[in-house]
């Protein structure tokens, strides 16, 4: 009879850490008719359609940082569903929907994007579209969306 030997190991990491830099704001905005306002991932550039018309302010993508713990594969996941923004000391609302990533994410489907860690942060943007229906009462609307990230 003849017997060996095997080796069993495991590397037991951290998570890679993810931290909100930037809120993704519509800033000011005019309705006199139901519509939508997209910001654009990678530019924080607005587009309106008809019946909303920016106002002041500065839109922006919202900006996060993923710190790697280690070289690989790290998927992100944004959401999929709409989210309701409600207006501050109000119960009125608004959605935000159609959540897009910044291009430096290669899309892989299921609300799952994916990046590739090297030793340095990664940076990545969010945008959206806001939907507005009609006659909305003015004021600031706020609402919160989660992001997350896995080390694969």
Known sequence: M??????????????SALMALDELD???ILVTAPG????????SVMTTSPGLTYASGTPT?????ITPTKRGSIF??????PVTLTRVSGTETV???NWTISSNAQLVGGGRHKVVAGNDPILFRIG???NVGANPKMGIY??????????Q
């Open 2 to 15: 003849s017997s060996s030997t095997g080796i069993a190991s495991v590397e037991i990491a951290e998570p």
């Open 26 to 28: 519509f800033a000011d």
């Open 36 to 43: 939508t306002a997209i910001i654009n991932p990678n530019t």
């Open 61 to 65: 993508a919202a900006l996060f940082q």
């Open 76 to 81: 992100i996941r944004i959401p999929q569903a």
């Open 95 to 97: 959605t935000v929907s």
């Open 128 to 130: 959206g579209t806001l």
């Open 142 to 151: 706020m609402g919160t969306f989660e992001v997350t990230v896995e080390n």
